[in-house]
């Protein structure tokens, strides 16, 4: 009877510990599946290039798969898989990280972009600024394009340098931010009821080839009652 104790005992580890890796096998095979949603960016009716569409599914899928290797983790059967959901767990996060980034630089590109390349006005005054961000935005439409063509999520991740290659694009592109606030603050200060408008509004007066014009729909958040100039 005893012998027959042991032996279901170890069936029963035996069958435990299958369905430790068959679990552990359904989250590797989930993260091998999942891809990023792209879809062109446009100005007007001109391709810039490919961004990401909204990633919020994506990443609920991770969560849910780190929090289903934490459950896995703590299950006594699960001892000798202890390494991999280690490594796993480390590694989701990572991407979890990664892609929190990106879609910060993503944002960050977009706005940009409709500034230093859509606006004359400030390619003429931040000419070094706006040449630095024409290099970044090649450089970024460049990876976003090779994420297109091998959209994985896992792969992406698991590029060499992913995270410090995205990190510097958040920086330089933090850097042509602050520049184009000092370079708006300074027209602010010419003119203080320029701080009455949105940056939009701003830079739209200010590219204009004629401001009396571009100036007038926005009047009424400059001046009470006044709606235009004749």
Known sequence: LKDKDKVATMVNDARQESDVKSKLDTIKQVLDEM??????????????GYKFKDVSEEMEKIKDNIQELQNL????????FKLEIDDLEQEMNNMMEIIEIWVE???KWIYLEAIFVGSEDIRQKLVKQTQEFDENDRKFKTLMTSVFKKPSIRFQCREKDRKFELKKFLTNFEAAEKSLTEHLDSKKNEFSRFYFLTE?????ILGSADPLETLNPHLIKIYTNCKQLL
């Open 105 to 107: 630089v993503q944002k």
């Open 35 to 48: 891809k990023f949603q792209l879809a062109p960016h446009k100005r007007g009716n001109e391709d810039k």
């Open 200 to 204: 939009q509004d701003l830079l739209q």
């Open 73 to 80: 983790g703590a299950n006594k059967h699960a001892k000798a």
